[in-house]
């Protein structure tokens, strides 16, 4: 089955704690990103990667780090997490780098204390 | 940069007819999308237009007026499970920016 799954799907972590959400596609799509959303605020990008090795800042991009070294994974890394990062979290694919059909996974709900 | 506006809210009733509409501004542009979200859910995508014009896919349909930097979403028939948040998006080289979603309501 084609999907893009994340893990995990809920963390509540504290305040510096090191954290990755791991984000894997079997889909062999080019396109990756990571979006986190809040309520009123929509979904905001926070890194997209265009291919393996290439990755480039969203709209939302301070607190956060990635990495693209196989093109089927894009794991999304908070160094040291603050309450404010708090949010839902998406990561996606697409079969082009142009990105505008994006497959989503489940979520991942992260709480930090 | 870009940015874009939708309503907040659009109620409606079984049956009938909606439009959800958005406009944008943008530095460049390389066509907009349209996701369904349903409460606690992912986003799925519904349907991208790059040229002018009216895209239907079954109950929907998406249009685009380029120079108008306006498009809008159309669901007809509507159900209860359309119930949900939509949102556009547009790219900005090859960042993808959404708008902040449209909550509809549909009753019976």
């Known amino acids: 089955e084609a999907q893009v799954t994340q893990n995990p799907r809920y963390l509540i972590t504290v305040t510096g704690k090191k954290l990755t959400v791991t984000c894997s596609q079997n889909m062999n799509h080019e396109y990756m990103s990571w979006y986190r959303q809040d309520p009123g605020l929509g979904l905001r990008q926070i890194y997209y990667s265009m291919n393996v090795e290439v990755t480039d800042k969203g709209d939302v991009p301070e607190g956060y780090k990635v990495s693209r070294k196989e093109k089927r994974n894009f794991p999304l890394i908070l160094e040291s997490p603050s309450p404010n990062q708090t949010s839902l979290y998406f990561c996606?694919?697409?079969?082009?780098?142009?990105?505008?059909?994006?497959?989503f996974g489940p979520g991942t709900r992260l709480t930090v204390l | 940069g870009q940015s874009l506006e939708q309503p907040s809210e659009v109620t409606a009733v079984e049956g009938a007819i909606v439009q959800i509409n958005c406009t944008y501004q943008t530095s460049g542009f390389y066509g907009l999308s349209w996701y369904q979200q349903h409460d606690g859910g992912a986003p799925t995508f519904l349907s991208y237009n790059a040229l002018d014009g009216l895209e239907e896919t079954g109950r929907f349909s998406s249009f685009l007026s380029r120079s108008d930097s306006y498009g809008y979403l159309l669901l007809q028939e509507l159900q209860m499970k359309d119930s949900a948040s939509y949102f556009c998006a547009v790219r900005d080289g090859g960042a993808l920016i959404f708008g902040k979603g449209t909550t509809l309501s549909v009753s019976s």
């Open positions: 996606a694919s697409s079969r082009t780098s142009g990105g505008f059909e994006q497959f």
